[in-house]
Structures are given as C-alpha cells and as structure tokens.
C-alpha cells in the first residue's frame, strides 16, 4: 500500500505570527490568510486533478501540536486514512487522537520515535 502520497503542509511555531507573516509577505512574496497561505500544484500522474500544500504560522503558545514540544508540525497526504491507521496500530506506532473527519478531508496525529507530532491527512473534495 502506497502510504504518503505527498506534503499537505508545514506549520510552526513562532513568537509572532502576524509579524511573520508579513516578513514572509514582504521578502519572499508569501501572502497568507487566517488559515496560512496555499500553494496549488497538479498531481503528476494526473494534470487534471489539483492538490495544494499549506505552509502557516501558529502562536507559540498553541497546543495545536501536542504533545509534541517541538516547534513545528509536518502534514502528510495519504490515499486511504483508515487503512494506514490500522497498519499503523499493529506497528505500534502512538496514535495521539482518533480518525477526524471534516469537509476537506480526514486527519489523524502520530508520534515519530523522537516525539515529533506527524498529521495525516486524506484529501477530498477540491483538495484532492
């Protein structure tokens, strides 16, 4: 079964995100919404189907990546949520929460060995 399909996106931690930004905004043209900024490709395979990577800035207080205490969350696309988790369990990989299910897809967090928190997530709709 073919597990990461692609980067959904890159998310961290700063002491100000507004002011990041705009730094981003200013120097290198990243212009972000309240959900950080996407970048929209085409999937190789398939040109007529798109797919987006999501780069965003969070507060350093959030707790958006607990229990990770690290400053940054990596999103990887995958095909089939539901079908990997299970193969996941029975690597006895940390499952930090349970298969959650929104209009823009499905997502799950998992530790790596060094406690970096991993979001999975199953594309729909527009995203796929």
């Not at 073919?2 to 931690?13: A, D, H, I, P």
């Not at 990243?30 to 189907?49: L, M, Q």
């Not at 996941?88 to 823009?104: C, G, N, P, Q, R």
Request: with cysteine; glycine share 8%.
């Amino acid at each position: 079964m073919k597990k990461v399909t692609g980067l959904g996106g890159v998310f961290f931690k700063c002491d100000d995100p507004e002011e990041i930004n705009n730094w981003y905004a200013k120097n290198l043209g990243i212009v972000t919404s309240e959900y950080g900024a996407n970048f929209e490709w085409r999937d190789v395979d398939d040109t007529s189907k798109k797919g987006n990577t999501t780069w965003c800035t969070f507060p350093k207080e959030s707790e958006y990546f607990n229990p990770s205490t690290k400053p940054f969350m990596i999103n990887y696309r995958v095909d089939n949520l539901v079908a990997l988790v299970e193969e996941l369990k029975k690597e006895d990989v940390t499952m930090v929460d349970e298969i959650s299910e929104f209009e823009y897809g499905k997502f799950v967090h998992i530790l790596d060995p060094e406690g970096n928190v991993i979001e999975l997530w199953e594309p729909k709709g527009n995203f796929e």
